[in-house]
């Protein structure tokens, strides 16, 4: 059993920065790896940014050149730092390890951009 708990969501201005923290129970993200997805009101769920074991990257278009994935293996910690943040990037985010036969989910962080 994997579990996963975001922080760090809250509200900003356009423009404006936030670094979201997932913290793992286990050291999971050296073995697996882990993502970031988010979920606005009305719609589906979707990746947001994923890192392999390996340190691997790769980012939807929408946020490339603005957010940052990355871990912390000795803490356990993986983090998605977010720039320039825009209105659209309103949404809940989530932290997910993947280990093929289980897939593990935190309980989401909002992040509201707004002016």
């Known amino acids: 059993q994997v579990q996963l708990v975001e922080s760090g969501g809250g509200l900003v201005q356009p423009g404006g920065s936030l670094r979201l923290s997932c913290a793992a129970s286990g050291s999971v993200f050296r073995v697996y790896g882990m993502g970031w997805y988010r979920q606005a009101p009305g719609k589906q769920r979707e990746v947001v940014a994923r890192?392999?074991?390996?340190?691997?990257?790769n980012y939807a278009d929408s946020v490339k050149g603005r957010f940052t994935i990355s871990t912390d293996n000795a803490e356990n910690t993986a983090y998605l730092q977010m720039n320039s943040l825009k209105l659209e990037d309103t949404a809940v985010y989530y932290c997910?390890?993947?280990?093929?036969?289980?897939?593990?989910w935190g309980q989401g962080t909002q992040v509201t951009v707004s002016s």
């Open positions: 997910n390890v993947n280990k093929g036969w289980a897939d593990y």
């Open positions: 890192i392999t074991s390996r340190g691997s990257t």
